[in-house]
DNA sequence: GGTCAAAATGATAGCGCTGTCATTAACAAG
DNA sequence: CTTGTTAATGACAGCGCTATCATTTTGACC
């Protein structure tokens, strides 16, 4: 067969042999050749020019932008068994917390030369485990992970990765490598004496159907108990949360008998819908409902009354997520496995 | 079990040369050896599991799931020059417009077994050009970008990639080669003329500082004026869009004076912002302060009152931009070059 | 000029997989 | 029993890069 199946699919602009480059990508022999250097050199320029002389480094830069020479990662990871890429697997990215935390997280990664390449575990057609597998298919240097609860199947692919882990939104004294995380109990814990200190006596919860979101509310329970407050109305909703199941959310615990009291939600977007509920209904917020919010979004400060919230400082958590990892990655010796970047309770005016 | 390894996790210690990971990971080989057959039939066994005898795979199958081989992806890509990755760039992924549209995306893509990775182009500290050259070193099938506005060098990198490219969020007669979006300048003038038709005599813009507003704001005004509508406030608030730059933007279009009207945003989040501000100061929505925003995001349909807003189809996009790009890449011909999913005006409470 | 260490460069051998044949097995038809 | 055809499997040569070690060049110093 004397035709070349090297581009089945139709140029449309150009067809080949046209410029400089023949068929394929510019590889680095090509640049190596037209620098007149090995290619081991034309490597090194790229990867560790401090190694190479002044006049050499030069003659291979002109070389490459005359190319216009892109790096082949695939083979230079292959070779070196090093990728710069680093995964991260979060529930959604369509969730603004997870999404901002990752812009943080991959932020400063790619400051130090790293991409970030991300997975969603959220949908439950896809198991964690085969997205996990894909991930690691493409050997990134490190892993986050979001929470600490992981299959068997799952722990045993990370370890048998043999990369730096780093699980975050959580705290566990175990972790697989590393935690960078907070305690959805201590928040629990907080929140309920927070209640109970400025003399709720009734209490509603929204939480998403998420294991940690869950956790919170059962602690923050247990504890408003323990402090004598015992008239508790919980709405459960699915996974995600948004505005409009937060003000159904709100209608139901009315509905439920609440009649004044506060409202703790296991996000700043149902809190949202609460109070925006509250507002078409005529509820006076905070003096009828009170609203509790968790995470700080950024719309927290700037809704009408601004929402008092849990702050999470994501952006904290991201970066320093990522600097553990890089630590890790390099081997550079890390003095905590286990980095609590706590939390804070934001008293605004819904409560 | 012929586990030889050691327990590498607690390490961080060894120094170069001892090789704490990926020297002892399962490769083809041992698998193969496992199974007692060539490496290729385990490649053909993960990759063409019906070239392969039904004996043959079972073996194989077992052999991998002794093992627990994790596939080397860099390996595969840099032989068959396919790395069933696609990549994709959006301004910001801390913006649930983008944010959504990449999930559709993502999803309709990893059911054909791509993973995507995604780019941030939003930091100006990062040129566009030297991300797309991150990404493509790691030699995706496919691109998705957003918008139609490229600067040379990043045309020129595109093109001498040679994989299929989708532009989105904007459409253009003569794309690099896919585009998949809606017109910014036929939205400009529905929206004029729906505020026209709707009587409105005093107009205010909030717009980000972003190409595409400017130019659906700058073709409403043009329009607009046809229309005799000509007192206009317009102000313009920094990327990225938040509830507070909404209320502030609102509280300045007031103290310029506008008294009453309507305000198109560039974006839910600002019109909410908006709202929020006339929640605040007791001004009457609609009746004093009409607000329309632009996406339709989630939340749109549930603030009180609930938003009037211009509708972008954000799953149909990602889905048709991911359909359109593997069809690219199996080299399946393609209908239109250029798919517009249009818009729609939504029209609710604030107007 | 000679010596030696450091700097600069290069030759070689893979990294783990798949494309491309070539080879063998299996089996129906002549 | 050929012959031809398809199915199943394998040998081998890279893909484009870097680790490793070898070699050459440079230059500081006596």
Same mark, same amino acid.
């Given at each position: ?9 139709? @140029? ?28 081991? #050199? ?25 190319? @216009? ?23 959604? +990215? ?17 400051? %130090? ?61 175990? *972790? ?17 004496? %927070? ?27 247990? =504890? ?7 008239? #508790?109305?919980?709405?459960? +909703? ?38 925006? /509920? ?7 917020? *905070?003096?009828?409902?009170?609203? +509790? @919010? ?9 809704? %009408? *009354?601004?929402?008092? #919230? ?21 081997? =550079? *010796? ?8 706590? %939390?804070?309770?934001? /008293?605004?005016?819904?409560?």
């Amino acid at each position: 067969m004397a035709r070349t199946r090297n581009h089945p699919r139709e @140029g449309g602009t150009r067809r080949r042999g046209g410029s400089s480059r023949a068929g394929d990508a510019v590889t680095l022999e090509e640049v190596a050749r037209l620098a007149g250097v090995s290619t081991i #050199t034309v490597s090194r320029a790229l990867n560790q020019p401090d190694k190479v002389a002044a006049g050499t480094l030069e003659k291979v830069n002109r070389a490459i932008s005359q190319t @216009g020479y892109v790096p082949n990662l695939l083979a230079g990871g292959l070779a070196s068994k090093k990728t710069r890429m680093v995964a991260a697997i979060v529930p959604s +990215i369509a969730n603004l917390v997870y999404a901002e935390t990752m812009q943080y997280f991959s932020k400063r990664l790619n400051e %130090f030369g790293y991409q970030v390449m991300l997975g969603e575990s959220g949908y439950p057609e896809r198991s964690e485990q085969s997205l996990l597998s894909a991930i690691l298919s493409r050997r990134p240097d490190g892993i986050l992970l979001t929470g600490v609860n992981h299959s068997p199947e799952c722990r045993r692919l990370l370890i048998g990765a043999r990369i730096p882990v780093v699980e975050t939104w959580d705290l566990t004294p175990t *972790p697989l490598d590393l935690v960078v995380g907070f305690s959805h109990e201590r928040i629990g814990l907080e929140v309920a004496d %927070f209640i109970a200190a400025r003399g709720y006596r009734r209490v509603g919860t929204i939480s998403a159907s998420d294991r940690r979101a869950q956790y919170r509310e059962k602690i923050m329970l247990e =504890r408003l108990q323990r402090h004598g407050v015992t008239e #508790t109305y919980r709405v459960q +909703i699915p996974v995600p949360s948004d505005m409009r199941k937060g003000r159904d959310g709100l209608a139901e615990l009315l509905q439920r008998g609440l009649g004044t009291g506060v409202v703790f939600c296991s996000s700043d977007t149902l809190a949202q819908g609460a109070l925006t /509920e509250c507002l078409a209904r005529g509820l006076k917020v *905070p003096e009828q409902i009170a609203i +509790i @919010g968790f995470g700080d979004q950024s719309f927290a400060a700037d809704t %009408f *009354p601004a929402l008092s #919230t849990v702050r999470i400082d994501r952006p904290r958590m991201g970066r320093v997520a990522a600097d553990a990892l890089l630590a890790r990655i390099d081997g =550079r *010796p890390l003095e905590e496995h286990v980095i609590d970047v706590g %939390f804070q309770i934001i /008293e605004r005016g819904t409560t």
